[in-house]
Every structure is written in structure tokens, then in C-alpha cells.
């Protein structure tokens, strides 16, 4: 669950991220939202301050839970959205704000509708299960509601929009649909900004809480592990200050249990959907070049 683009029904919807899509137009938006996410710290020691501030923030939500059994899901969700939050919207939420609650708990319920039959079944036959009663229907209108509440979002941007001095990616775009209203053939459009804001949750929300809740499920079935990790984290960093990038050359041992977790479980077992540039024979079949999706 929680893939770039885990279906062809997340495409029926129009909503697709950068890790899917073809043609120029595809190129140029791509090319801008990289860069963008660039200028605005990924890869750099800004991005690892925004991790490490809201790593604070799970640590006593965690702590909160005082021992008792509990559910990280959420919690692991919550701390991962608000990262993206704090690149796409400028500023991360309180963990009890209604609204960012409710904007976890629509992209929640649409993964889990993603893995469901009925999706499946849309997959194969969109025509007719659009007509179809049925919990794939439930999708259309989550999506609706995302998309409000990014248009919200944008709005409250574009009153307060410095653009000498862009805070976010919805900034950076905004600035960029300014440059381009005079171009009528411009991808760069209110709703291309919609779409590309919520493919980057989807892109990163599902994927990296996912990833951690396996991490942790599989460091707990493997204990004699976990309690190697728990040395070299003692040894490197200590219990008086928080992690840094810097100390991942010095464990060795933590960053090739990240990397063999990342490999042992199944993210993206379908991977994304592809398509040839070319008509293309192989053996007795002909698989036709796709012009766009």
C-alpha cells in the first residue's frame, strides 16, 4: 500500500505523482518538482533538521503511551506526513488537528481500498464498475475531499504569496503558474498543482511509515538483531543526543539492517505501471506503443 502509484485506479482519478506519466508535458513538471523539492532541502541539512524536529515530536507521543501495548500505525503515519507537510505546505500540523487528522484518515482508507478486490476488478474493467455499486466508489469521494482541502490550502497561499521569497513547494508552483498565465499551451496549471500535491503524499506517506512499521515488526521477531542495532546506536550516538546523517558512515551494521529490511519486504510488489515507446514484438505478441496515459 501507499506506492507512487500503486494502481491503475489511483490513475483513473487523474491524481498521479512524478513517479508515473509520459510525454513532455510529464518531463516538464517532473523536472520542476525535483528541482523544487531540491531547492527546498531534500538531500540537504535543512530536510534533516524538519526529520529531526518531528522525530521529537513521535518520541513523546510515544512516550505518552507509558509502556502500554500500542498501535504505531498512526503515529508513524502522522510523523511522516507532517515532513511533507512542512515541504508542500510550509508548516507541519498538531497531531490532534481535526483537520490533518482527517486528511490521514482519507489517504488511510483509500490504500486500504487500493488492495481491495473491488479494485481489482475496477483495474480490469473500469468501464463498467464505474457504474458498479461498492467500496471502490468511496474512493472517488475521498479523493474529492483531498482535493478541497488542498485547494484550501493553496488559496490561503496565494493571499500571502512572497514571490522573492517562496516558503514551500506550493509557493514555488504558484510563482511558476504566474510566470506561465500567459502561455495557453503551459502544464502549469491550478489543477496540475492539485494532482502533484497529493501524489507527493501518496508518494511519501504511505511508502516511509510502511517501511518503518515493517522495520519494527521484523526487528521484534528478530530480537538478536534488533539488540546489535541497540549496541551500535549506544556506542555511535549515545543517549544524549539525536541521530545525524553524518553518523551513518560509523554504523555500518544499522545502515545494512535498513537496507536488508527495505529488501525483504514486499512495498511495491507490482512495482508501477510501464508501457513500450514503440510497437514492440515479443514472441508471437505484439505489444503496442502507448502515446500517453
Known amino acids: 500500500t501507499g506506492t507512487p502509484c500503486c494502481s491503475t485506479f489511483l490513475g483513473q482519478t487523474r ?6 506519466g509520459s510525454g513532455e508535458p510529464w518531463k516538464q513538471l517532473r523536472r520542476f518538482t525535483l528541482t523544487t523539492l531540491r531547492d527546498l532541502g531534500m538531500g540537504k541539512k535543512s530536510i534533516e533538521e524538519r526529520i529531526l524536529e518531528e522525530a521529537h515530536f513521535l518520541m513523546e507521543r510515544l512516550k505518552n503511551t507509558h509502556g502500554r501495548p500500542f498501535d504505531p500505525t498512526l503515529f ?3 510523523a511522516t506526513s507532517n515532513v511533507i507537510c512542512s515541504i508542500v505546505f510550509g508548516d507541519r500540523f498538531d497531531y490532534e488537528d481535526k483537520k490533518f487528522v482527517t486528511l490521514i484518515n482519507l489517504i488511510d482508507e483509500i490504500n486500504k481500498l487500493q488492495c481491495s478486490p473491488w479494485t481489482v476488478l475496477y483495474n480490469f474493467f473500469p468501464t463498467l464498475m464505474h457504474y458498479i455499486p461498492g467500496p471502490h466508489q468511496r474512493t472517488f469521494k475521498h479523493f474529492e475531499e483531498l482535493r478541497k482541502f488542498v485547494l484550501e490550502r493553496v488559496e490561503m497561499h496565494r493571499e500571502s504569496l512572497e514571490p522573492s521569497c517562496p516558503r514551500d513547494f506550493i509557493d514555488a508552483f504558484l510563482i511558476k503558474l504566474k510566470q506561465e498565465q500567459h502561455n495557453s499551451q503551459s502544464e502549469f496549471t491550478t489543477d496540475s498543482l492539485l494532482r502533484r500535491t497529493l ?21 521484534m521477531k528478530y530480537p538478536e538483531i534488533e539488540e546489535k542495532v541497540h549496541v ?3 556506542r555511535v550516538i549515545g543517549r544524549s543526543r539525536s541521530p545525524c546523517m553524518a553518523d551513518r558512515s560509523q554504523m555500518p551494521y544499522t545502515d545494512a539492517v535498513v537496507h536488508e529490511i527495505q529488501r525483504f519486504i514486499s512495498l511495491a510488489p507490482l512495482g508501477v505501471p510501464r508501457a513500450v515507446i514503440r510497437d514492440t514484438r515479443f514472441r508471437q505478441y505484439i505489444i503496442p506503443k502507448v502515446s500517453s496515459w
Open 15 to 20: 491524481y498521479l505523482c512524478i513517479a508515473m
Open 76 to 78: 508513524l503515519n502522522h
Open 199 to 219: 501524489g507527493l503524499f501518496f508518494a511519501g506517506t504511505g511508502t516511509t511509515s510502511d517501511t518503518l512499521k515493517q522495520g519494527l515488526k521484523l526487528l
Open 232 to 234: 551500535e546506536i549506544d
